[in-house]
């Protein structure tokens, strides 16, 4: 299931980027790189937080009201542990405030994303953990200048659905629970069609316990840095 929606993802992403389209259809691309920390539960075992960092990639398509956006990034635990996690998310958005220094979008999307956990305290035995689920997303962009934008992001889902993994065994027996994400940033028009973005992400989530198993919490943090390109 990751595997198919993660190919989805990027073959969404790369449509934005290189097929045809109307004229007043702008299509925006980007890459980036964050740093942070992260404090981990998982299983019941409280480990030590670490630092983090991530990759991403992601396009945007803005046709009149309507924003449809697309991202994949990949999250790593720097230190002996592994912890790493890919998200995959795909929403539509609709412009529902427009005035001439303010921009709010709101719409529904959907999101997987899978954790890979290997640690000492779980006695070094590897296992899943993976989210789905439809999300809530507004985006509210802030005009400060002609080049300079402040932006915010929120996407949300208080029911996501999970799946456990270990060792071929596996099961999807476990109660709905939050996960939420969040960025604020500052995105700056460069020359030509570039531009940069410098802001801060977060995010967390919860599973519930289930089995014999604990229950597993995640919280991050950090800085980001991107650059896009307006196509």
Known sequence: MKKRYLITTLIVIA??????????AKITGGVGLSYGTANH????VDLDSNKQWSSGLWANLTHEDLLITSLY?????????KIETDLMQIAANYRFYNEEFMQIYGG???????????HSALDDHLFSLTGHGFVGQVIMDII???????????????????????????????????????????????????????????????????????????????????ISRKF
Request: hydrophobic residues 35%; glycine residues 12%; aromatic residues 14%.
């Open 108 to 118: 529904l999307g959907y999101q997987l994303f899978n954790t890979k956990i290997k």
């Open 41 to 44: 539960k998982y299983l019941g």
């Open 73 to 81: 990034q990949r999250i790593v635990a720097l230190g002996d542990s």
């Open 144 to 226: 400060i200048t002609e080049n300079l934008h402040a932006v915010t992001k929120i996407t949300g889902n208080p029911w996501q659905s999970w799946f456990f993994s270990q060792d071929g065994y596996g099961t999807s027996n476990i109660d709905k629970s939050p996960a939420f994400s969040y960025g604020l940033g500052l995105h700056y028009d460069l020359v030509g069609d570039f531009a940069i973005d410098l802001g801060l992400l977060g995010g967390s989530y919860k599973v519930s316990s289930f089995d014999d198993k604990g229950e597993s919490r995640n919280s991050h943090t950090g800085i980001t840095l991107s």
């Open 15 to 24: 449509c934005f980027l290189f097929l045809p389209l109307e004229a007043n």
